[in-house]
């Protein structure tokens, strides 16, 4: 399985997080970010023991858009 790296916070401190990639096989995103610890947070969303939550600011989001540009035009 290969990952593809969409993208790393420009802004992150010490360049290693938070960090989006593309797992073209699953067709599916993973993220990279701070877990949420913050139980007033987390009693806000319905989160299964099998998962996790973690945060990604919101500049992160046009890594996402980049992959939809793709998927578009090949040639990009």
């Known amino acids: 399985m290969a990952l593809r790296k969409l993208g790393k916070d420009p ?3 010490s360049g ?3 960090t989006i990639y593309l ?3 699953k067709d599916s995103y993973l993220v990279q970010g701070l ?9 806000q969303m319905d989160v299964p023991g099998h998962e996790s939550v973690v945060e990604i600011p919101r500049r992160m989001v046009q890594f996402f858009l980049e992959v939809k540009k ?6 990009v």
């Open 16 to 18: 290693g997080s938070p």
């Open 11 to 13: 802004e992150s401190p």
């Open 70 to 75: 793709v998927d578009e035009d090949p040639d």
């Open 35 to 43: 877990k949420v610890e913050d139980i007033e947070r987390l009693g």
């Open 23 to 25: 797992d073209g096989e």
